[in-house]
């Protein structure tokens, strides 16, 4: 047994009180967030090597062909993997890119949209809301996977949806994207609602399952993972400088 890993009770208290703070609006609260095609989008995914974290962040406008750039940066992973607590892993590099970028002058985003869950998770906080509390923006959660039992799959056509709940509260969404292809499994991160998380994902754009953003923030992070060279597809910001979330501060 590794006595060096984080006591799994003490994540779970953590996981908790952070899931008490985050803030999902009511679909018809008029106060909650709407996405337009104003609003710049961060997409963003890691992949690992060892303990270092490729770490990836597209950046588009919503619903436009407006595409800003992808970037791409290294940082440690000091936190370990623990089955069920990712967002402690993966949330710190995703944080580090963010404050890289902001320090480097780029535009600041709207909302970001991370490759994980957000409150549709065991504990009701994935690592997009995790995002969405360390940086205070809005944030929503797109997987390929799910971390929660559904009843149903939708239909096979876009916008196409079936809930995800936990003791009848509904916490994300089964969507079909496009017509005839898998669904995906999204979620409020935080300050947003479900309809206004689904609508965000459905505008994202592309012809797969997976919306464009996140896929060129995949396809950045595995490229350099590899050790590819960026040519023109996406650039590389080098190594990135340790960050910590707020509540650890």
């Known amino acids: 047994m590794d006595t060096n890993l984080p006591d799994p009770q003490a994540l779970e208290t953590l996981q908790s009180q952070l899931a008490a703070r985050v803030r999902i609006f009511e679909d018809n609260d008029p106060s909650g967030y709407t996405p337009n095609q104003n609003h710049l989008v961060c997409a963003m995914d890691i992949q690992y090597d060892g303990h270092m974290a490729h770490v990836a962040a597209d950046l588009s406008y919503w619903s436009t062909p407006k595409h800003l750039g992808t970037f791409v940066g290294l940082v440690p992973a000091s936190f370990p993997y623990v089955p ?64 929660v039992r559904f009843p149903a799959k939708p239909a096979r056509t876009r916008g196409a949806w079936s809930p995800v709940q936990k003791d009848q509260r509904l916490i994300g969404a089964v969507l079909t994207t496009q017509d005839n292809v898998k669904p995906v499994f ?3 991160g935080h300050r947003i609602g479900q309809q206004a998380t689904r609508d965000l994902v459905l505008g994202l754009g592309g012809e797969y399952r997976v919306p464009d953003p996140i896929r060129r923030a995949d396809f950045a992070a595995r490229a350099r993972q590899r050790g590819e060279d960026p040519g023109k597809v996406w650039t590389d910001l080098g190594p990135l400088r340790e960050v910590k979330p707020p509540w650890d501060e």
């Open 186 to 188: 999204v979620s409020p």
């Open 84 to 147: 069920g607590y990712f967002c402690f892993r993966e949330g710190p590099p995703l944080l580090a890119l963010i404050h890289r970028m902001r320090d480097e002058g780029m535009p600041q985003p709207d909302v970001l949209v991370i490759d994980g869950h957000g409150i549709a998770h065991p504990r009701l906080f994935g690592v997009a809301s995790w995002m969405g509390l360390a940086t205070g923006l809005v944030s929503v959660g797109c997987a390929k996977e799910t971390l």
